[in-house]
């Protein structure tokens, strides 16, 4: 049985587009395959702490020597990694906040990327470790900064998501964007199409 990660970023409860993304994504796919194990991480309406300095310094102390205080501090920190760990394919959720990502969704982010967990310094650089998994990140724009849009260079939140989950070894990432959502549901139905291309290509594949 195959589990899916959905972590939603998107502070508003009601009407947030990357929400009813990943719920048609999910929908979609447990329709297609029923026995599919669906595991959630709100990061929008349940806030994660930002990382402070008792979470660097356990994060960087060997396992066998952080104290009581060092694991209290980080079992948030182990949960999120294991939630990752235990998905085969994770479902993002992301409404561009000042052309990136927003405040939750870069705490969760900090929260996964654990030296000796995530990923690993080697004598040829830093490795992944969270390899062979796929990832579909729903994203919900005011505007549009695709193609030759000229506001393509200010997109902070595709560049930043690629290289941190693929410094994590999450390189197999998909994009599905709601562009221009304050000006008409252009763009949520193109994603909304596409993400039913992607369920019928996936499915496809697993058949």
């Known amino acids: 049985m195959s589990t899916i990660l959905v972590v939603n970023s998107s502070p508003n409860p009601d009407g947030s587009i990357s929400r009813a993304l990943t ?6 796919w447990l329709a297609a395959s029923p026995e599919t194990n669906i595991a959630h991480r709100d990061v929008g309406l349940n806030p994660i702490p930002h990382v402070d300095q008792d979470m ?17 501090v980080l079992e948030l920190s182990d949960t ?25 969704l870069k705490a969760w982010i900090d929260h996964l990327a654990r030296v000796g967990r995530t990923f690993n310094y080697t ?12 990832v579909f990140v729903m994203t919900a724009r005011g ?7 000229p506001a393509a260079h200010m997109d902070m939140q595709e560049p930043f998501l690629r290289t941190v989950l693929g410094f994590l070894g999450l390189d ?19 994603a909304e199409a596409e993400i ?10 697993a058949a």
């Not at 660097?56 to 209290?72: H, K, L, M, V």
């Not at 939630?83 to 405040?103: K, L, Y």
């Not at 004598?123 to 796929?134: I, Q, T």
């Not at 197999?172 to 193109?190: M, P, S, W």
């Open 80 to 104: 999120i990694v294991d939630e990752a760990e235990a998905a085969d394919i994770i479902v993002i959720g992301s409404p561009m906040h000042n052309f990136g990502v927003s405040s939750g």
């Open 123 to 134: 004598e040829n650089g830093p490795v992944g470790a969270l390899g062979g998994r796929k």
């Open 196 to 205: 039913n291309t992607i369920i019928e290509s996936q499915i496809a594949q």
């Open 23 to 28: 719920e048609q994504f999910t929908d979609a």
């Open 143 to 149: 505007g549009r900064y695709q193609g030759d849009s």
């Open 172 to 190: 197999d990432v998909t994009f599905v964007h709601a562009e221009g959502v304050a000006g008409g549901t252009e763009g949520r139905d193109a």
């Open 56 to 72: 660097i310094g356990a994060y960087y102390t060997p396992p066998e020597q952080r104290s009581d205080e060092q694991n209290e």
